[in-house]
């Protein structure tokens, strides 16, 4: 089947960076969007940028002016570069990829582990 592996989560101050990356292995035959979602304690599950194969970006207002999505399609690998951290960007971040298995086979959608993020203030 279909692994997405994040990494590049941790603990960071306030007004600092992290750089989380995801990529996908397996049975894949094309990907068409990625993204990132995230989830603090005791809330939804939301959605924080999101990129078409293309290279189309969209962002959640929150992260707007510091967050930057990115793909590398021949790895199969999407990022996020947070910068300006605030603690309200505490959460666990999950990978997310809209995977085709086959040609004549429809879009599956695939989640990661998730990686903590943690800004302290």
């Known amino acids: 089947q279909v692994q997405l592996v994040e990494s590049g989560g941790g603990l960071v101050q306030a007004g600092g960076s992290l750089r989380l990356s995801c990529a996908a292995s397996g049975s894949i035959f094309s990907i068409n969007a990625m993204g990132w979602y995230r989830q603090a304690p005791g809330k939804q599950r939301e959605l924080v940028a999101g990129?078409?194969?293309?290279?189309?970006?969209n962002y959640a207002d929150s992260v707007k002016g510091r967050f930057t999505i990115s793909r590398t399609n021949a790895k199969n690998t999407v990022y996020l570069q947070m910068n300006s951290l605030k603690p309200e960007d505490t959460a666990v971040y999950y990978c997310?990829?809209?995977?085709?298995?086959?040609?004549?086979?429809?879009?599956?959608?695939?989640w990661g582990q998730g990686t903590q993020v943690t800004v302290s203030s």
């Open positions: 997310n990829a809209d995977v085709k298995v086959g040609a004549w086979i429809g879009l599956h959608e695939y």
């Open positions: 990129i078409t194969s293309g290279g189309t970006t």
